[in-house]
């Protein structure tokens, strides 16, 4: 067997790990503050919504004013 290969083989081993790790801490993170996403998206799409209904009552009030 070549050293070469050897080491070419230890580096995609390394590199696998690598990644098996980032993804496990994306994962955990994900996990952690899945909550908490959940209701940061709530809130914004409530915020969005009241923003809207604002918009077209004020766009009302001015057409019934013409």
Not at 16 to 24: D, M
Not at 34 to 51: A, G, R, V
């Amino acid at each position: 067997m070549n050293i070469y290969e050897d080491r070419l083989g230890q580096a995609s081993v390394e590199l696998i790990l690598l990644f098996a790790g980032i993804l496990i801490v994306v994962i955990l993170a994900m996990n952690i503050y899945q909550k908490y996403l959940q209701q940061f998206d709530t809130e914004i799409k409530n915020n969005e919504i009241n923003d809207i209904k604002t918009k077209l009552d004020n766009l009302d009030k001015k057409i019934s004013n013409l």
